[in-house]
């Protein structure tokens, strides 16, 4: 079983910034990708960030070069510096992991999810 706990929402003014952050434990062998998606009341949850594990990144359109994905140095916990903030952003975050358990059987995972607003 794998888990993951997900912090670092909360509310924001636009052009803030917070530092979302996914732990991963449990029957875990390998961990072949991290990233996080997004889900706005209504609206279909939508890609904003990977990380492979050989560190090569990927960011939606509306996203880059305001946030930036990077895990520590175990690859177990993944974070989302968010900067530039904008009330569009505002969503509900959801960790994402993709790999092999301990039986070697592909997983794939999600986070509990962490609130982010941004408003003024």
């Known amino acids: 079983q794998v888990q993951l706990v997900e912090s670092g929402g909360g509310l924001v003014q636009p052009g803030g910034s917070l530092r979302l952050s996914c732990a991963a434990s449990?029957?875990?062998?390998?961990?072949?990708?991290m990233g996080w998606y997004r889900q706005a009341p209504g609206k279909q949850r939508e890609f904003v960030a990977t990380?492979?594990?050989?560190?090569?990144?990927n960011y939606a359109d509306f996203v880059k070069d305001r946030f930036t994905i990077y895990t520590d140095n175990s690859k177990t916990t993944v974070y989302l510096q968010m900067n530039n903030l904008k009330p569009e952003d505002t969503a509900v975050y959801y960790c994402?992991?993709?790999?092999?358990?301990?039986?070697?059987?592909?997983?794939?995972?999600w986070g509990q999810g962490t609130l982010v607003t941004v408003s003024s």
């Open positions: 994402r992991v993709e790999g092999r358990n301990s039986g070697t059987a592909v997983f794939g995972s």
């Open positions: 449990g029957s875990i062998f390998s961990i072949n990708a």
């Open positions: 990380i492979m594990s050989d560190d090569i990144t």
